[in-house]
């Protein structure tokens, strides 16, 4: 980022190989312990550097897990509620946007899409959400076909 790299992405696939594990949910808890502090330490350093409010750090995951376990004592994909984090470029910070029932299971207030989630990370780094671009076919493909920005990000 220091050398002006525009965009990085970072996977970790925890110590097991694989953070899909759907069984004992208790090998989650050092993959956890192994990302929270990493993020924390981004996040601090970014700021201190004076980078924080020009970079977009978002920690995401293509889907959320069951709410309840399943025979292996694990959890597994579960697309009708999951969690994303954003900080940096200019995101209001301290904010929970929207809510689950109490098992975890379903959106119930504020629900988003994840073209709405592509919408606002497009538009916080600066694209025309109306641009359309073409597939190496000369198929046109919009940028942000049915999402929107989620306004309290901005």
Do not use: C
């Amino acid at each position: 980022v220091e050398r002006g790299v525009r965009f990085v992405e970072l996977i970790d696939t925890g110590s097991s190989g694989n953070w899909d594990a759907h069984g004992d949910m208790m090998t989650h808890v050092g993959l956890a312990k192994n990302v929270d502090q990493p993020i924390a330490a981004l996040l601090k350093d970014l700021k201190q550097r004076g980078m924080l409010d020009e970079t977009l750090v978002v920690w995401t995951t293509e889907f959320g897990r069951t709410p309840k376990l399943n025979k292996a004592q694990g959890r597994d994909h579960w697309s009708r509620a999951y969690s994303i984090v954003m900080a940096g470029a200019g995101v209001p910070g301290g904010q929970v946007i929207g809510a689950s029932d109490r098992q975890g299971a379903f959106v119930t207030e504020r629900p988003y899409t994840p073209d709405d989630y592509a919408a606002t990370v497009y538009k916080k780094l600066g694209l025309n959400l109306d641009k359309t671009l073409k597939a190496p076919d000369g198929r046109p493909i919009l940028l942000a076909a049915n999402g929107n920005p989620i306004r309290e990000v901005f």
